[in-house]
């Protein structure tokens, strides 16, 4: 069975965040995890893990031979608070905020191997446990599929 | 009915695809004043002139190779440009390339605008049954 598009797109947004590493020049090495199970991450509490979740999709324009989604992203970026920290928890969140926005958007990784783009769109702080904080990282990816086929490019 | 399955195709251009809007205006005639000092209850009185065709308006998604297409196409000479809309009726004209532009946000889908000068009498074939019998009509009175 082929990939919709839009999978494709979630594929290249997982293989980017695992590309931020400290031996590749970041602040921290960070995974995503696609959740498996609805609200399954809740149970997720591994300090630089991004949680890719997939939000409501929307239509950015039609036309009579394909149509371009809207389809946002948010990047959950776990950072656990440490007794033995010895910087600000925001200065962490600023860190891991600017390493994915840095990741996503050089050079040409902003066009996800060609299957759409990336618009950066805000970021939130959030606490998810008392020693669960992190940020989240809100795009849009603009993707076009054909009006009849969503597993190709428009 | 909306505009999917639409179809905008040039005789020598070929077609435009990835259409996201038509809008076909203009088609007005020149008005030409007759009021007299004997106009009835002295309402101004007019006829129609000359007509006039009017603008086919289009907004098409970027395609690099339908935007050359539309340069090499741009201001050349008239040919017949038929639009089919889903129901199956067209909209047959003369008429060439006016104007062209190329809009290209930052967070949304580029778009090359367009428009078709009409030259000419505009032609419905669905209508024309009818437009003949009025024109034969009027030819025999």
Known sequence: ?154 | MDLRGATLVGSVTGALGKLSNIDYSGLTADEIDVTNADSPNSWNEYEGGFKDGGIISGDLLYVAATFNTILEAFAAANETWTLTLSDGNALVVTGHIRSASLSVPLRDAAKTPIEIRVSGMPYWPSSSSSSSSSSSSSSSS
């Open chain 1, 1 to 154: 069975m082929s990939t919709p598009i839009v999978e494709h797109i979630a594929l290249e947004l997982v293989a980017l965040i695992d590309a931020i590493t400290i031996a590749a020049g970041f602040n921290q090495d960070l995974t995503a995890v696609r959740p498996k199970r609805i609200h399954l991450e809740g149970d997720i509490n591994e300090n630089g893990t991004v949680i890719i979740e997939q939000e409501d999709i929307a239509l950015a324009e039609e036309s009579t031979d394909s149509i371009v989604w809207r389809q946002p992203f948010t990047l959950q970026a776990l950072v656990l608070d440490s007794d033995t920290a010895t910087t600000a928890i925001d200065t962490r969140l600023n860190q891991v905020r600017s390493d994915i926005e840095k990741k996503l958007m050089t050079g040409s990784n902003w066009k996800l191997n060609g299957y759409g783009r990336v618009m950066l769109k805000s970021a939130e702080k959030f606490i998810a446990d008392p020693q669960v904080a992190g940020i989240a990282v809100n795009i849009d990816v603009l993707y076009e599929v054909q009006g009849d086929d969503p597993y190709a490019q428009g």
